[in-house]
């Protein structure tokens, strides 16, 4: 457990904030049990919890009313433990329609909307957007994103000009699976952009080698996709004993190992898992909570999971 | 358009199932009760079908031909425009798809030859006429599902799919009436492996036995003759 008191917790503050941008936000800001670390995103300063949360399937539910109040439970729960980030697309059939449900009856003030733009021609953005926009039942959105750089160029120049008149907070480009890598290399080494999204995990870890290091140089935050490999990585694990590291860490589960070896990263600003079940998204959240491995940790951890999965 | 392209080819199969199993059966569960009672007249319907295929000549091909068309057609607008489409993107697409099906039987009742069946064409035919119309709403309950899940003919378009199979099988169609249904079993088949559902393999491989009969009985003389 996180010690309670005000003075050590500015120390351990400061200790994190030392060791890799992390920072427990101030006990106003977080309504849940346990504080839920931030992290600065690289072009702004602003700080977002470490843990987000994804829309892709899980929130894609149609018109099933018992559904969509599940997800609407797993949102209020997500904001209740001091979640923001929620992350969605038009690719997600009625994932936002789901979220702007939820939106409206929570009424969330601490909530970063992530969208992204999906359509083929530049021309046909703003009208996706907009669309976007009013499933969410929001007057404007944190973050849209370039979904797997589909017409990038154009796309790029209208969310410029969006954040440039107000109308957006922050500009991104989003990949998954290892997707054109190469691509989002350029972007990110040419292009003004603030966030990038790719997918990374204990057992996909390419971008280590490239990406991450870049995100850092050049100031961009990095939000992770299927930190479970949706879902395969926790079902390969599921019935495998944590190994002696992970009470340690405070892990009580192999998605809190997987989630915290991603948020421990230096580069990554947070990780989007997606859930439709309040059980996970609690369990989620307290990933963000506590002890971070070290490197040597986070190294074992790769391995393990590499040998056991 | 090519950009369009490159972005599709760049998928796999995994990243264009965008629901879960829950999901799609709480979707045909839905579906089913708010279109209740039309499954009554569809099992007549599909028995209708049956029959025809059991009979094949000329009047009750016409016959299967147009029940086939006006259950395509249902299905196009009622399932896949009014309910998959709010959990899949493609929707809209199946739905047109099955349009144009629903035209293709339309003008082949019209145009029918009259042709017989092989004997062993006949049997194929009937089988897959019988195990789509009476054997796959079954497959709700064999997988503990229940009848509220349960994929009826003329309303789901699996087993219409399949008891259409059977249909051209028995009527000796056309190959430009077989693409769309058998796009359908490989469609369906991919999306119910990827959601990992016990049965999926049973779409493919019926499409694969109706293709092979038609393939292989092509020449061969009727039933009526022998």
């Given at each position: 457990?996180l010690?309670?008191?005000?003075s050590?917790?500015r120390?351990l503050?400061?200790m994190?904030?030392?060791?890799g ?13 346990a ?13 977002i919890?470490?843990i ?13 009313p ?14 209740a ?6 992350d ?31 359509i083929?021609g ?17 007057p404007?959105?944190d ?8 017409s ?28 054109r ?41 990095v ?16 019935g ?14 192999w998605?809190?190992a997987?989630l ?7 580069a990554i600003?947070c ?39 | ?8 080819a ?16 709480r979707?045909?569960a ?25 009979r ?28 998959y ?26 145009r ?32 503990g ?8 003919f003329?309303?789901?378009?699996d ?5 259409t199979?059977?249909?051209?099988l ?6 430009v009436?077989?693409?769309?249904p058998?796009?359908?079993?490989a ?13 999926a ?5 019926f ?20």
């Open positions: 457990m010690p309670d008191s005000p050590r917790r120390l503050q400061t994190l904030a030392a060791a941008g992390l920072a427990l936000p101030s006990p106003r800001a977080a309504p849940g049990p504080p839920l670390l931030t992290r600065a995103i690289p072009s702004s300063g602003e700080r919890p470490v987000g949360l994804g829309s892709w399937i899980t929130f894609n539910v149609g018109r099933d018992q559904a969509r109040a599940e997800c609407r439970e797993v949102m209020r729960q997500f904001f433990g001091g979640g923001r980030t929620i969605s697309s038009p690719m997600y059939g009625s994932a936002q329609d789901v979220i702007g449900e939820a939106v409206q009856a929570l009424k969330p003030p601490t909530l970063f909307s992530a969208d992204k733009v999906w083929s530049g021309a046909r953005g703003p009208g996706q957007i907009e669309t976007s926009r009013k499933l969410w039942r929001v404007r959105f973050l849209l994103q370039v979904h797997n750089l589909l990038w160029e154009e796309h790029l120049r209208t969310l410029q000009a969006m954040k440039k008149e107000g109308r957006l907070r922050y500009v991104g480009i989003t990949t998954s699976e290892g997707r890598h190469g691509e989002i290399e350029k972007i990110m080494a040419s292009q003004s952009i603030d966030f990038v999204q790719i997918s990374y995990n204990a057992l996909d870890r390419e971008v280590e080698q490239r990406i991450l290091p870049l995100a850092r140089e050049r100031r961009i935050g939000i992770v996709n299927r930190p479970f490999r949706q879902g395969d990585l926790t079902q390969a694990l599921a495998k004993p944590l190994p002696g590291w992970g009470p340690e860490i405070g892990c009580t589960t998605a809190q997987l915290k070896f991603i948020v421990s990263h230096p600003t990780a989007i898992p997606a859930t439709s079940s309040v059980a996970h998204v609690r369990e989620n959240l307290l990933a963000g909570t506590g002890r971070m491995p070290d490197e040597a940790l986070r190294k074992r951890i790769a391995q393990d999971v590499e040998r056991l999965a | 358009m090519s950009e369009w392209w490159t972005e599709w760049t998928y796999g199969l995994s990243d264009l199932l965008m629901f879960s199993q829950r999901s799609y059966y979707m045909i839905l579906y089913n009760e708010a279109v209740w009672p039309a499954h009554l007249p569809a099992l007549v319907a599909g028995l209708v079908v049956i029959g025809c295929v059991a094949p000549g000329p009047r009750t091909h016409c016959v299967a031909m147009l029940v086939l068309a006006a259950a395509w057609a249902w299905v196009a607008w009622a399932y896949h425009l009014q309910r489409a709010d959990i899949n993107t493609a929707g809209p697409w199946f739905a047109l798809a099955f349009g144009v099906q629903a035209l293709l039987l339309c003008f082949m009742a019209l029918l030859h009259g042709a017989a069946p092989a004997r062993m064409q006949k049997h194929v035919a009937l089988s897959l006429s019988g195990l789509a119309v009476i054997g796959y709403p079954l497959l709700a309950l064999g997988s599902r229940g009848w509220g899940q349960a994929e009826v003329g309303i789901a378009p087993p219409t799919a399949i008891a199979l059977g249909v051209l028995a009527c000796r169609a056309h190959p009436a077989w693409l769309i058998l796009a359908w079993c469609v369906s088949g991919a999306t119910l492996m990827e959601l990992r559902v016990g049965y393999w049973l779409l493919p491989t499409a694969i036995l109706a293709a092979a009969a038609g393939l292989l009985f092509r020449h061969a003389g009727s039933s009526a003759a022998r």
